[in-house]
Each structure stands twice: as C-alpha cells, then as structure tokens.
C-alpha cells in the first residue's frame, strides 16, 4: 500500500492564484480530513469527509473547498490564495472518525505551501 | 467547545531518564483522546489513544498515558527515554457528546533527548 500520499511536495502561488492540493489513500478509508499546520498553533481542521459525497466544515474552513466523489480522492483547493494561507498542509485517513473503533489516523507527509 | 493545552513548548531530558509530555483537555462530556509523533519533515504518526475503559493506555514505542478525569488530564510517558524519541508531539482530543467528527490538536511539545 502506497498509504496516504500528497501532491504538490512544495508549491509557490502569487495572491489571488487557485490551485488544488491532491489527496489520496488506498486502504479504503472512509475518514478523510485535511489540517493546515502553523508554528506554535498545531494542526487546525479545515474540512473533512465521512465517506463518498459528504463533506462537513472544520474549525478553519474560510477560503478553501473540498469535494469526495470517489473513497481514494479527497482534493483541497484554494480559491483565491492569500499570504494568510502559507503553511503546511496535511491529508489524513483513518477507517472510522474520532472515537470510534479503528480510528488510527494516518497523514501524508504534508504539502509546504506559500503565498506570495 | 473541545480544546486541548500542552502547557510546555519544549521538554528536555537525559537518554535513559523518564520523558513526561503534559496535556490538558475541555470538554463537555467525555473525551476520546490521542496522541501523535511528528519526526522533522514528516506528517504525524499515531502513537496511542483513550476511548473507553482502562485509564493507563500503552502504545507504541514504550508509550503509555494515563487518562485522569478529575484533573482533565493525558500525560504522556516513557520510562526510558531515547535520543530517538526528540521529535514534536501532539495530543489530540474528540468530545463524545458532539455528532460531529472533529479532531482538536494541541499547539505541541518539541522533546529533545540528549545523549
């Protein structure tokens, strides 16, 4: 299994740029979730997806979208990128959400993104 | 609302002295609780978790936490430390009572293990 894996590895946008960040895993999870990661902030959520078709916001979700239209593939894109959206990006999967059983998620190794 | 506190930014130990990585949680009802490892460069792995049950929780590595609900705690432990065992980690937590399916990440705790 190639597990969680993410591209770009780096990418460098000017203000006002979209992209799209790819996700995908091939353990069939149905857990997907996408944090950005600041120094001395953690990771914050920004959306995540329970399975196929549904999406759901997290805790940073102003500025990018997400969509699931197949269990591997779990795309972010920005619409219309800002210098306050350099960071680190990473993609998890796990087979259950939080709390539920089997609930290990495992990341990619992130997409170092800056804006400027 | 659901947050977690790691109250130290950094812990610095000897090799072969005990590691203890602080984390605080709140929230409404019961937590699930995590904790994660990043090595530089990488995305984060998981080490362990509390759902129910047992307060002390093994994981991997020679981790273990101990869950404490009437301090809201989830410690992380290691007998032994390991030059090896210098990385950031990240505790994590879900409150039960919500139907949501989100996961709070404290800001994390640099280890470094001296030889």
């Known amino acids: 299994n190639a597990g969680v894996t993410q591209t770009p590895k780096f990418q460098v946008l000017k203000t006002g740029q979209s992209m799209t960040l790819q996700c995908a895993q091939d353990?069939?999870?149905?857990?997907m979730s996408w944090y950005r990661q600041d120094p001395g902030m953690g990771l914050r959520l920004i959306h995540y997806?329970?399975?196929?078709?549904?999406?759901d916001q997290g805790e940073v979700p102003n500025g990018y979208n997400v969509s699931r239209s197949t269990t591997e593939d779990f795309p972010l894109r920005l619409l219309s990128a800002a210098p306050s959206q350099t960071s680190v990006y990473f993609c998890a999967s796990s087979f259950s959400p939080p709390g539920q059983l089997r609930n290990e998620q495992f990341f990619g190794p992130g997409t170092r993104l800056t804006v400027l | 609302a659901q947050s977690v506190a790691q109250p130290e930014d950094q812990v610095n130990v000897a090799e072969g002295n005990p590691l203890t990585v602080k984390c605080t949680y709140s929230?409404?009802?019961?937590?699930?609780l995590f904790w994660y490892v990043q090595y530089p460069n990488r995305g984060l792995q998981f080490l362990l978790k509390?759902?129910?049950?047992?307060?002390l929780v093994k994981g991997s590595y020679g981790f273990e936490a101990e869950f404490n609900k009437s301090q809201t705690s989830f410690h992380l432990k290691k007998p032994s430390a390991l030059v090896s065992d210098s990385a950031l980690y990240f505790c994590a937590v879900r409150d039960k009572v919500t139907n949501d399916y989100k996961l709070s990440f404290g800001a994390g705790t640099t280890v470094t293990v001296r030889a």
């Open positions: 997806s329970v399975g196929a078709g549904i999406t």
């Open positions: 929230v409404s009802g019961n937590p699930y």
């Open positions: 353990m069939n999870h149905e857990y």
């Open positions: 509390y759902i129910t049950g047992d307060n």
